[in-house]
């Protein structure tokens, strides 16, 4: 018996890799990142991350919250700089945490609902001298 098996990457869906019926869940799954587009070398900034609106029941909740920065020279990417497991009912899909770049880097950010798997977003932001 041969299983078509996927590779991982195909199977967190982003606003554009969404299809079909996976269209219709972007809006309320995609993580959201607010962060400022430069920033000074080594200082620090804050960034947040949110997805919803989106229920937070034990039955359909955002699980899990995580943050990656794949720096622009490094030669493996990329690095975990932060992850949280949410509870549903007790707390909601919202993370901000400071971060301080040395050079140009891409941010993702990984959000993981129990019932419509995982969903990226990114972005690049620009490390000034």
């Known amino acids: ?3 078509n098996m996927k590779k991982f990457a195909e199977l967190i869906y982003s606003p554009e890799s969404a299809t079909g019926e996976v269209l219709s869940k972007v809006e309320s799954h995609t993580p959201k990142i ?3 587009d430069k ?3 080594n200082e620090e900034f804050k960034i947040k991350i949110s997805v ?9 909740s ?3 919250i995580e943050i990656y920065v794949a720096e622009k020279t490094r030669k493996f990417n990329p690095i975990l700089v932060a992850s949280i497991d949410l509870i549903p009912i007790y707390s909601e899909p919202e993370l901000e945490i400071k971060l301080k770049l040395k050079e140009t880097s891409t941010i993702y ?7 419509h798997g995982l969903w990226e977003n990114r972005k690049e932001i620009i490390v000034e001298d």
Not at 52 to 58: A, E, L, Y
Not at 109 to 115: F, K, P, V
């Open 1 to 3: 018996m041969v299983i």
């Open 34 to 36: 607010i962060a400022p």
């Open 39 to 41: 920033v000074k070398a």
């Open 52 to 60: 919803g609106p989106h229920p937070n029941t034990v039955e359909h």
């Open 62 to 64: 955002i699980r899990k």
């Open 109 to 115: 950010a990984i959000a993981y609902c129990n019932l």
